[in-house]
């Protein structure tokens, strides 16, 4: 018995010892359980901040995108106007060849259709054609008798 109690003491301490490392480990443990919970918080909050970055970065992508296939979209119209206006000029310009007079004073003949009344053909003669005596008119290519 004797025996009992002096190893009572030592249980106790040992009891006591061990009871304090547990506390210890416990405390450890929630200090280190609450660390990594602010750390997981922290991380949490930086990748919801990347992904609205990143949202904010496809939408401005997105309105460039669409002000750029619009420019080029404008572009596109306004090259087909131009095409539109060259082939009515080129048009207007092959008639307006094919109606040229078939004499041209200075000798020169274009090949035309005849005209549709040969009243409105007036000869001149070659002292008519000096601006300053005459009374016709000058229109580029050469002069008409007035009507």
């Not at 090949?111 to 053909?121: K, N």
């Amino acid at each position: 018995m004797l025996d009992e109690l002096e190893s009572q003491p030592r249980r106790d301490g040992a009891l006591e010892h061990l009871e304090g490392t547990i506390s210890t480990l416990l405390q450890r443990s929630d200090s280190a359980h609450a660390a990594r919970d602010a750390v997981v918080v922290r991380l949490w909050h930086r990748v919801v901040h990347q992904e609205q970055d990143l949202t904010a970065a496809v939408h401005q992508l997105v309105g460039v995108c669409a002000a750029l296939t619009e420019r080029l979209e404008t572009q596109h119209r306004e090259q087909q106007q131009l095409v539109d206006v060259i082939r009515v000029l080129g048009q207007k310009l092959e008639l307006s060849s094919n109606r040229a007079p078939t004499k041209l004073i200075g000798g020169t003949v274009f090949p035309t259709e005849p005209a549709a009344s040969d009243a409105d053909v007036i000869e001149l003669e070659a002292s008519q054609t000096d601006p300053e005596t005459s009374e016709g008119q000058h229109d580029g290519e050469g002069w008409h008798a007035a009507r």
